[in-house]
């Protein structure tokens, strides 16, 4: 094969263009990175919301020696009162690979050895929303969503387009307009059937082209390439899946929305709120499962009437910095109560509440400041059978993996591990 092909080199497929991924054998190693639906009885739901930066340890975490139901609530977990007995609050979890102050998110909800992949400078694994999704995502229309911040990296979440990493490790793409996810909910298709179900078919047809033409460039590859083209042909099978579940779904009308339409350009605060209502009415309505969200903060801060950035509050010291951080603390434990009010006010068709049945983790994979240890993390919902109204203090650098690992078994998923996990969290165990 020639070496002497331009970098936009293209697989052609019915008038189709897909750009190959960057090839050493074709030129590009100098372009090359381092590297329908319905269930027996009330279905199970599962929910995680990371916060980037993190929080005040000093006024955020309960007492060490404080722990079991009789806690006392702390400054920045107050807001939360009225719902003591319905939330677990746990100490002493890490993910023991990060080691990027800055990646609140990254690798939270995996667990992932970011140098397992040789010669990559950053590789990431499956996290537990997904893991969750192959199972719980199989009847609905949506197999999961991603709710995204609408400051990306500014709240410290580091690299990632949502909280979600697919199978390969690769980031799932998430939301971050309000009414952007609304209409993805709720909003009908006006095309007739007949032109979806052509437009599904012409998608289809370019992906069986491109399939056929890659597997001719493979010829000649080095391994280094395959690797690199097996993982675009997942790519090709993971779109092919989404087809499959568009196609399932293509004569089933939309949910009604039990909400109104959010009002455009929502930020900070008021953005969270209404993306806690759309997590709510997605999964009243059995749209979707699993959803995750990643929060965001520097545009909180800026609705509080906060000048200073995320990042300088997240190394706070005693002052202003640091009661702005307090703030912002405050600020999320109240919206997370007013999220727990939603779905202990929506009903199930046996009487029973959302909350009964949904599990729902809050936290971050950052503590405060450039701490990577004692992520804070909250767990409330009875969906994952988890022992909820007490504060664990477990040893320190337990694998926040074990915790994620408690809630997919919990969910009754039937696996023996998660990321870096060494097991379940026995205190945890209904």
């Not at 996810?181 to 059937?193: E, G, R, T, Y």
């Not at 080095?222 to 196609?247: A, M, V, W």
């Not at 936290?363 to 409330?380: E, Q």
């Not at 696996?415 to 379940?424: A, L």
Request: hydrophobic residues 35%; charged residues 25%.
């Amino acid at each position: 094969m020639s070496t002497k092909l331009h970098r936009r080199h293209f697989l052609r497929g019915t008038g189709a263009l897909i750009a190959l991924p960057a090839l050493e054998s074709i030129g590009f190693r100098m372009f090359a990175s381092p590297t329908p639906k319905a269930t027996d009885g009330v279905p199970k739901r599962a929910v995680f919301m990371g916060m980037g930066f993190g929080v005040t340890k000093e006024t955020w975490y309960p007492d060490l020696k404080d722990t079991g139901a009789g806690y006392k609530l702390t400054e920045g977990l107050a807001p939360l009162a009225r719902h003591k007995k319905d939330f677990t609050v746990l100490q002493g979890c890490s993910n023991q690979y990060s080691n990027e102050a800055h990646w609140g998110s990254t690798f939270w909800l995996t667990g992932a050895n970011r140098y397992s992949v040789p010669g990559q400078n950053m590789a990431n694994s499956i996290s537990v929303d997904q893991v969750i999704a192959q199972n719980l995502g199989r009847d609905t229309r949506f197999a999961s969503m991603q709710l995204d911040s609408s400051d990306g990296s500014a709240s410290g979440h580091g690299p990632g387009l949502s909280l979600a990493w697919d199978q390969r490790g690769k980031p799932v793409a998430g939301m971050n307009d309000p009414l952007q996810v609304f209409h993805k909910l709720f909003s009908a298709d006006d095309l007739p059937l007949a032109q979806r179900q052509a437009a599904i078919a012409e998608k289809r047809s370019v992906l069986d082209a491109v399939f056929t033409e890659a597997k001719r460039v493979q010829r000649g590859l080095t391994k280094t390439d395959n690797d690199k083209l097996d993982e675009y042909f997942q790519g090709i099978r993971d779109i092919e899946t989404r087809l499959g579940k568009d196609e399932d779904w293509l004569d089933v009308p939309k949910a009604k929305a039990p909400m109104a339409e959010p009002a455009p350009g929502l930020k900070g605060r008021d953005e969270i709120e209404i993306m806690y209502n759309l997590i709510v009415a997605a999964l009243q309505t059995d749209s979707t499962r699993v959803l995750t969200y990643r929060l965001p903060g520097q545009e909180l801060l800026k609705s509080m009437g906060v000048t200073l950035s995320a990042h300088n509050i997240s190394h706070y010291s005693p002052g202003e910095r640091m009661e702005a951080s307090k703030a912002r603390d405050k600020a999320h434990a109240e919206l997370l109560t007013g999220l727990i009010d939603k779905l202990k006010a929506t009903k199930e068709a046996d009487g029973s509440s959302l909350f009964d049945h949904t599990a729902l983790a809050f936290g971050s994979n950052i503590s405060s400041i450039h701490y990577l240890d004692n992520c804070p993390t909250i767990l409330t919902g009875g969906g994952a059978n988890l022992k909820l109204g007490q504060h664990l203090a477990l040893p320190k650098d337990t694998p926040l993996c074990n915790v994620w690992l408690t809630m997919l078994q919990g969910l009754g998923i039937q696996t023996e591990r998660h990321g870096d996990s060494s097991g379940v969290v026995k205190e945890l165990l209904a």
